[in-house]
């Protein structure tokens, strides 16, 4: 770019010369060139991306751009040719109204660029510049519908880049208005010889994208868009097959146009430099677009990713689209479609807090948006829910608004909603009282109506005291009836109105702190289940469900409690002014007794902390001791130590309730205490305000209605007492939260950014590994050097405590390694995004965990879109079909908890059922078989090493006969390799392994 500026005349003239704006009068085109500006982009730079709905046109005034168009079934960019001087870009998407151009400068560019509103205007107003638009086709707009047609005949041999030249040329485009169309009518205006693809708006029910079939379509046609529809028509072009093509497309340096010259005189515009990627839409979108993100895509994974794309921009997350689309194809590839569950673990991944529930379609507006939901056969974001309408997004029709009974009808009775949270921002100080603030702070409206209320309630409190005063002191002495009469009258609506406060107040305060404690509780357990294997390996259950029960208490403090505090703190002052203008001395002497009571608090304070927490720990101590006893019940009954059980368990109880026993004592204690100051600051409030009365300083009226005001007072100030021992044991339930709060999830910010894993081929690689669970214990793994190359089935035996399950786990990254590093095809697995990993990864145990919910549930529960076939095939190779049939109610048996109805072989192959089902790159198991007699593991080793075929199997087991086969085997001892090797080699050695061998078959015979 050699010229710093150029003259407005030189843009005219060269605008003058460019088609279609030679059909432009002189007047018009001068207009429009004063709406330009001249923008210069780098080598390298895009000027369009086909994710992004242009925000302007371009015409290149100086230099060249690569235009490219993105292949749907290779997921690919191809280079489809060079735009030189005096082309115009961008304008084909503003017209779709659909985004799909992407054109990259191959030199330094200059172009000229006109703004998308303005350049929609002249369209608009110049029928005969317009034309030129509406009546051709883009070549990116070709290549884009010509994919996605290729895409649905699967056709992944043909040159699409071929067939787009050929096609573009030939093309014709048609312009249906919008409104209702007969199809009759539409079709004679089409070529009946021609291919026609919509481009732009909805035929009834051909959206976008989609193929136009008259023979398929409804007698009437409501055609909807911006402008109505564009069809495309194209001839069947002859068969083209694709050569073999480079991974990506070039960037060429072509010879640079001319130009470049000084500037004449007269007014000149000066070339900026362009921003480094194309804007964000701000023009030509729906009048909803600032507030919500809307991104094209079409197919089964271009909508989901722009559907996250979306929720991204909405969020403030970085985007990263590989990560995402790595995710998306490996769940098509291994799921054969993407599920609702899918997608909130992409969720998850990049930062977001999801939820997944089944919503009827008439409690929608009763969500909190944004959600994700399946919308007719792609997905949709929910961004606006109110009582008449929503707003969505979906990746094929942008931004629309749907009311609540056209949702219904589409949606359908009901269905599965994403909820989604913001990211929780990472907390840089320590859990306490504040990490409650900010969802206090999401209903602070719903507070202040309350705290409003509440206020209201205190205040017509003061009418009781004050009208028995009246009533005293005038209309007794007056004995005027019908003066008590409206006084009497008021006290009862009074009343009545107090009443209905508190009924509103408390609905209002029910309800939202529900909301508060479902969301908070929540992320806690969100936080829980995402921390460290070795977190729940140093921690008993039993303490870590006490821990999350503290979530409710430590709520109704902050909200309830908190609140009386802050009401009773008010209206003190109120009722201690209001005793003031009674009697001076009246209210000292009332309130002598508070110096006492401040004193008796801080003294028994440090008492009642160590209590409230010895007693928290003898009761977490006693329920850990019960989960492990009932978890357990079928040892504790083999081993006939039920009594021994409850002697330990009333020990352990007896001790908390001795712990409970002092800390309501000391409590109890407190409060006879402050009840004992109470009466004595009652008895010496009478005896002062009899003489006062009996002196005349005061009415009898004003002295019981001072009595009545400052029993309020009194009242709140020994319900502070309790408040305060309830803010210990609420301090104390924080500390315990904090170890769950506080503990730094697996997956850091860090490693969400990393790289995904792509699809595993299976080459496995343990690169001087050593591992041990504590600190200062033995090495469970000593300096492991193994490699696997795709497709082996591994055998792993050795004697227990010898490393094999730990080297699984360490693959899992369940671990990490103390010191070396584990490779899977090449990639360094600690370096990798988790999810992309453990996603691609089928793992059964020894101790299968099966929920309680029917074998249909537990086998689909990894995959719960799966068909019943998909299911049923699943059950088979795992040699589970057969005993299932045989339950009580087939595969809609209840297996009880944790499988109890089921025997351990029948629960370990509904549990490899269920990893079949989905269809892992790389499976380990992990005694997998040991509860199955040998022909039924033999029958399923088979299975699996049929249906795994191509396929790395880690095999750990003790029977070495089933391995005999395995590619191969390993064998383990003190966290070490000793041998390795086939079947037959390892036997002829004459080793560990033989000698092993020949021990169980002699055991066998």
Same mark, same amino acid.
Not at 661 to 687: D, E, M, P, R
């Given at each position: 770019m050699t010229s710093s500026a150029v003259s407005l005349s030189q843009i005219q003239d060269f605008l003058a010369q460019t088609p279609p704006f030679d059909r432009l009068s002189e007047t018009a085109l001068t207009a429009l060139v004063a709406k330009c500006q001249l923008l210069g982009y780098r080598t390298g730079q895009p000027l369009f991306e086909r994710e992004k709905m242009p925000t302007q046109v371009a015409i290149i005034y100086q230099g060249q751009a690569r235009l490219l168009g993105f292949d749907q079934r290779s997921q690919r960019h191809v280079s489809l040719r060079l735009a030189q001087s005096q082309e115009i870009l961008g304008w084909a998407g503003l017209l779709r109204g659909v985004p799909c151009e992407t054109a990259i400068a191959s030199t330094d560019v200059i172009a000229i660029v006109l703004p998308a509103e303005d350049f929609l205007n002249v369209l608009e107003k110049q029928p005969t510049f317009g034309e030129a638009f509406h009546a051709h086709s883009s070549l990116s707009e070709v290549f884009e519908l010509l994919s996605l047609e290729l895409q649905r005949q699967a056709d992944g041999t043909s040159d699409l880049k071929?067939?787009?030249? &050929? =096609?573009? &040329?030939?093309?014709?485009?048609v312009n249906v208005p919008k409104g209702n169309k007969k199809t009759q009518d539409l079709a004679k205006e089409l070529d009946a010889d021609r291919i026609w693809l919509v481009s732009s708006g909805v035929l009834g029910e051909f959206p976008t994208g989609s193929r136009f079939l008259a023979e398929n379509a409804a007698k009437s046609l409501k055609v909807e868009g911006r402008a109505g529809a564009r069809l495309v028509g194209f001839r069947e072009p002859p068969e083209v097959k694709q050569e073999e093509e480079s991974g990506g497309y070039d960037l060429e340096t072509e010879t640079e146009g001319s130009g470049g010259e000084k500037p004449p005189g007269g007014k000149s515009i000066p070339i900026k430099d362009a921003p480094p990627s194309p804007p964000e839409p701000t023009t030509g979108q729906p009048k909803d677009a600032g507030r919500y993100p809307v991104f094209r895509g079409k197919g089964q994974i271009e909508a989901p990713l722009a559907c996250f794309q979306m929720l991204s921009k909405y969020f403030g997350i970085k985007f990263r689209r590989d990560i995402i689309r790595k995710v998306l194809e490996n769940q098509l590839k291994t799921a054969g479609s993407i599920s609702m569950q899918a997608c909130g673990a992409i969720a998850q991944s990049i930062g977001l807090t999801p939820q997944l529930a089944q919503v009827p379609a008439d409690a929608i507006n009763r969500i909190k948006a944004p959600v994700m939901i399946k919308w007719e056969t792609s997905f949709a974001i929910i961004y606006s829910i109110t009582e008449q309408e929503l707003v969505l997004a979906t990746p094929e029709k942008g931004l629309i608004r749907k009311r609540i009974p056209q949702f219904k009808e589409i949606w359908g009775e009901q269905g599965e909603v994403l909820l989604l949270q913001a990211p929780q921002v990472e907390q840089k100080e320590q859990f306490s009282f504040w990490w409650f603030v900010p969802a206090l702070m999401e209903h602070k409206t719903v507070f202040f109506e309350v705290l409003l209320a509440s206020f209201f309630v205190q205040l017509f409190g003061l009418a009781n005291p004050l009208i028995s005063q009246v009533i005293i002191d005038k209309v007794l002495g007056q004995r005027s009836i019908d003066t008590l009469d409206i006084l009497g009258a008021f006290l009862l609506g009074v009343a009545l109105f107090e009443g209905l406060l508190n009924g509103l107040r408390t609905f209002l305060f029910i309800d939202t702190s529900n909301r508060i404690d479902v969301k908070l509780s929540a992320e806690v357990i969100d936080h829980l289940l995402r921390l460290p294997q070795n977190y729940f390996d140093n921690r008993r259950v039993g303490d870590l469900v006490y821990k999350f029960s503290m979530m409710g208490q430590i709520r109704e403090f902050m909200t309830s409690t908190a609140l009386t505090v802050v009401l009773d703190a008010v209206f003190s002052v109120v009722y201690v002014a209001v005793m003031l203008s009674y009697s001076v001395q009246l209210t000292f002497v009332s309130l +002598?007794?508070?110096?006492?009571?401040? !004193?008796?608090?801080?003294?028994? #304070?440090?008492? !009642? @902390?160590? $209590?409230? %927490?010895?007693? /928290?720990?003898?009761? +977490?101590?006693?329920?850990?001791?019960?989960?492990? !006893?009932?978890?357990?019940? &079928?040892?504790? %009954? =083999?081993? /006939?130590?039920? $009594? %021994?059980?409850?002697w330990e368990w009333s020990s352990r109880? =007896?001790?908390?309730?001795? +712990?409970?026993? %002092?800390?309501?004592?000391?409590?109890?204690? +407190?409060?006879?205490?402050?009840?004992? @100051? #109470? &009466? !004595?600051? #009652? @008895?010496?409030?009478?005896?002062?305000?009899?003489?006062?009365v009996l002196s005349n300083d005061i009415t009898l009226g004003q002295l019981i209605a001072f009595r009545i005001i400052s029993g309020n007072v009194t009242g709140s100030l020994l319900r502070f007492v309790s408040v305060w021992q309830s803010f210990q044991e609420v301090s104390m339930s924080i500390d315990m939260l904090k170890d769950v709060v506080d503990t730094p999830t697996e997956t850091s910010e860090e490693d969400r950014s990393n790289i995904p894993l792509p699809a595993i081929q299976g080459h496995v690689k343990y690169e001087e590994v050593s591992f041990r669970f504590l600190e200062s214990g033995s090495l469970q793994l000593a300096n492991v050097n193994l490699e696997f190359p795709p497709g082996s089935f591994v055998g792993i035996v050795g004697g227990s405590g010898s490393g094999k399950s730990t080297a699984m786990k360490l693959l899992q990254r369940l671990y990490p390694p103390l010191s070396g590093r584990i490779f899977i095809d090449g990639y360094d697995i600690a370096k990798v995004e988790l999810y992309s990993l453990r996603s691609q990864l089928g793992v059964v145990l020894q101790d299968t965990l099966l929920f309680n919910c029917s074998v249909q549930e537990n086998i689909a529960l990894s995959n719960p879109d799966a068909s019943t076939d998909e299911i049923v095939r699943a059950a088979r190779l795992a040699v589970a079909h057969d005993f299932i049939m045989g339950l009580p109610a087939g595969y809609n048996t209840i297996v009880g908890e944790r499988g109890s109805s089921l025997s351990g072989g029948q629960k370990q192959r509904i549990a490899i059922a269920r990893t079949i089902l989905q269809n892992p790159k790389l499976l380990i198991l992990d005694e997998a078989t040991s509860a199955l007699d040998y022909h039924s593991e033999r029958q399923v080793c088979n299975n699996l090493a049929e249906a795994f075929a191509g396929r790395t199997v880690f095999f750990i087991t003790h029977r070495l006969t089933t391995i005999q086969n395995a590619d191969i085997i390993i064998m383990m001892d003190q966290g070490s390799v000793v041998e390795q090797g086939t079947h037959k080699e390892l036997m002829a050695l004459k080793g560990r392994y033989y000698c092993l061998f020949q021990q169980q078959e002699s055991s066998n015979t």
């Open positions: 071929e067939l787009t030249r &050929q =096609a573009w &040329q030939d093309a014709i485009v +002598a007794v508070v110096p006492v009571l401040a !004193v008796m608090i801080i003294l028994i #304070n440090p008492l !009642v @902390l160590r $209590l409230i %927490k010895q007693r /928290n720990m003898r009761f +977490a101590d006693s329920q850990s001791y019960l989960v492990e !006893v009932v978890s357990g019940i &079928q040892t504790v %009954k =083999a081993q /006939n130590i039920e $009594l %021994k059980s409850r109880y =007896a001790k908390y309730i001795t +712990a409970s026993f %002092k800390t309501i004592i000391t409590g109890t204690t +407190a409060g006879t205490i402050s009840s004992f @100051l #109470n &009466q !004595v600051g #009652n @008895l010496a409030q009478l005896w002062v305000g009899a003489y006062l």
